[in-house]
């Protein structure tokens, strides 16, 4: 069984950093791109960041490029998101996800095979 779990999140205030980690149980990510999605009290969930399989592309959404940074490590079993100049609009609960290629989890919706079940993230103005 394929599990990802999350972690980094926490109590930021605007303006700072936080880097989420997202590490997978079962085989490693070299094979699979992975993205982070992000979930808002009363909002739906919605795409921020992926990674292809190789590192080598990357893709953000409008709101978060230039503050956010996504990256996996050289053993390809973790995926990080680098988060800065964290503004209150950033709250919401991170989630990571598993997909075959970086077109399909930018894609909407999203298709990936494993989730994380998420890591929470608190911005205060």
């Not at 880097?19 to 992975?34: E, P």
């Not at 990357?58 to 996996?72: A, L």
């Not at 950033?90 to 399909?104: E, F, H, M, P, S």
């Not at 989890?105 to 990936?112: D, E, G, K, V």
């Amino acid at each position: 069984q394929v599990q990802l779990v999350e972690s980094g999140g926490g109590l930021v205030q605007a303006g700072g950093s936080l880097r989420l980690s997202c590490a997978t149980s079962g085989r490693t990510f070299s094979m699979y791109a992975v993205g982070w999605f992000r979930q808002a009290p009363g909002k739906e969930r919605e795409f921020v960041a992926a990674i292809s399989r190789s590192g080598g592309n990357t893709y953000y959404t409008d709101s978060v490029k230039g503050r956010f940074t996504i990256s996996r490590d050289s053993a390809k079993i973790t995926v990080y998101l680098q988060m800065d100049t964290l503004k209150p609009e950033d709250t919401a609960v991170y989630y990571c996800a598993r997909g075959d290629t970086l077109g399909l989890l930018i894609r909407t919706p999203p298709s990936a095979d494993y989730w994380g079940q998420g890591t929470r993230v608190t911005v205060s103005s």
